[in-house]
Nanobody
Framework: QVQLVESGGGLVQPGGSLRLSCAAS????????MSWYRQAPGKERDLVAA????????NYADSVKGRFTISRDNSKNTVYLQMDSLKPEDTAVYYC?????????WGQGTQVTVSS
């Protein structure tokens, strides 16, 4: 049974930082490309950042470039999203996603709220 479990969300003031983690189990983690998506109320789920299976390449949404960093530790079956200089518009539920060919899995999401 594949599980992706996100953690690290919470309430933070504008300009603050959070580090999200996504722990994977039940799959061969090192084979999967990993991504973070987010969904704000009333909006579609959008890609935030993605990283290749070996971690050699990553890409980001324009709105988070220079502020967010995606990384992974294949020895721990975990992918991270370091979020700095957070803005109120970053408020959303953040989801972890794993993809390998036709196989795709989602976590349950973690809430990030940026507010003073």
């Amino acid at each position: 049974q594949v599980q992706l479990v996100e953690s690290g969300g919470g309430l933070v003031q504008p300009g603050g930082s959070l580090r999200l983690s996504c722990a994977a189990s039940g799959l061969s983690f090192r084979w999967y490309g990993m991504s973070w998506y987010r969904q704000a109320p009333g909006k579609e789920r959008d890609l935030v950042a993605a990283i290749t299976s070996a971690g050699g390449s990553s890409n980001y949404a324009d709105s988070v470039k220079g502020r967010f960093t995606i990384s992974r530790d294949n020895s721990k079956n975990t992918v991270y999203l370091q979020m700095d200089s957070l803005k109120p518009e970053d408020t959303a539920v953040y989801y972890c996603n794993a993809v390998w060919g036709p196989r795709t899995y989602w976590g349950q999401g973690t809430q990030v709220t940026v507010s003073s």
